[in-house]
Nanobody, 117 residues
Framework: QVSIVESGGGLVRPGGSLRLSCVASGIDFRLYSIGWYRQRPGTERDWVGSITTEGTTKYPSTVRGRVTVSRDNAKNTAYLQINDLTPEDTAVYSC???????????WGQGTQVTVSS
């Protein structure tokens, strides 16, 4: 059975940093690209970064320079580092694992990040 679990969210002050984790089980983690997304209150889910199976990363211009996505295949874990947090970063952050071979896509349940003084 596949399980995707995010953690590391919480309450942080503006200007602070967080590192979120996404732990997968029940799949061959190395074969999956990983995307991080967030959904702010009252808005659509937005993409905030991704990493391929080879370790190539991409980011939207809205967060580039503040966000780093990484992965540790030995731990079946992906990470999202967010720096210089602002209240506009308040959202539920989720990871998505996707693969063409084997075909499949999986979502975690998300972790809440709240940025407030």
């Amino acid at each position: 059975q596949v399980s995707i679990v995010e953690s590391g969210g919480g309450l942080v002050r503006p200007g602070g940093s967080l590192r979120l984790s996404c732990v997968a089980s029940g799949i061959d983690f190395r074969l999956y690209s990983i995307g991080w997304y967030r959904q702010r209150p009252g808005t659509e889910r937005d993409w905030v970064g991704s990493i391929t199976t080879e370790g190539t990363t991409k980011y939207p211009s809205t967060v580039r320079g503040r966000v780093t996505v990484s992965r540790d295949n030995a731990k079946n874990t992906a990470y999202l580092q967010i720096n210089d947090l602002t209240p506009e970063d308040t959202a539920v952050y989720s990871c998505n694992l996707g693969s063409l071979s084997p075909p499949g896509t999986y979502w975690g349940q998300g972790t809440q990040v709240t940025v407030s003084s």
